[in-house]
């Protein structure tokens, strides 16, 4: 009688763990690709607000008087901006004394970028609010500053 040991798999056992194997590969790999856009969005998610930023504060300061374009300056043609400005007007309840009401004006700037290819792009949206003065409850400038304070420097170098 011949004693035949055995060595080695089976067809069937390598079979299954080529199989596990398989699941287990493509699971990281559609994992890894999920990260991968995850990652792309959170990018595009900072160089939107970084691009809002940036055109918001040229707004507020005067340097930009356009209320549309887009950023082909900074290198980013494929984004567009619009802001809406309105001027809001908020009233104060009666004073108890003088029973006068006080208005104030704000300059509500909204600001919203999209990128121009993509037709069902929301975008992202910023907003603020800007204190503009009244010409009635501005201060008098009638009044001269007064010159008796006098400045002198030392410097030793």
């Known amino acids: 009688m011949l004693n035949l040991k055995r060595f080695g798999f089976t067809l069937m056992e390598v079979m299954v763990s080529m199989a596990i194997l398989a699941i ?12 991968i856009k995850e990652a792309s969005r959170a990018k595009e998610a900072r160089r939107l607000k970084m691009l809002l930023e940036q055109k918001m504060g040229e707004i507020v300061v005067g340097l930009e008087k356009k209320t549309s374009g887009y950023f082909a300056d900074e290198g980013y043609q494929n984004y567009i901006w619009q802001a809406d400005i309105k001027i809001v007007s ?13 208005s104030i004006n704000l300059k509500k700037i909204t600001l919203t970028i999209r990128d121009k290819e993509i037709e069902s792009s929301k975008g992202q949206t910023i907003e603020t609010y800007i204190f503009e ?25």
Do not use: C, G, W
Not at 24 to 35: G, K
Not at 90 to 102: G, I, M, N, R
Not at 133 to 157: G, I, L, V
């Open 24 to 35: 287990a590969v493509t699971t990281l790999l559609v994992i890894r690709n999920d990260a």
């Open 90 to 102: 908020l009233k104060s309840q009666p004073d108890a004394l003088k029973k006068e009401v006080q």
């Open 133 to 157: 003065e009244n010409p009635e409850n501005a201060p008098d400038d009638t009044q001269k500053p007064s010159t008796d304070s006098q400045t002198t420097s030392d410097s030793k170098f």
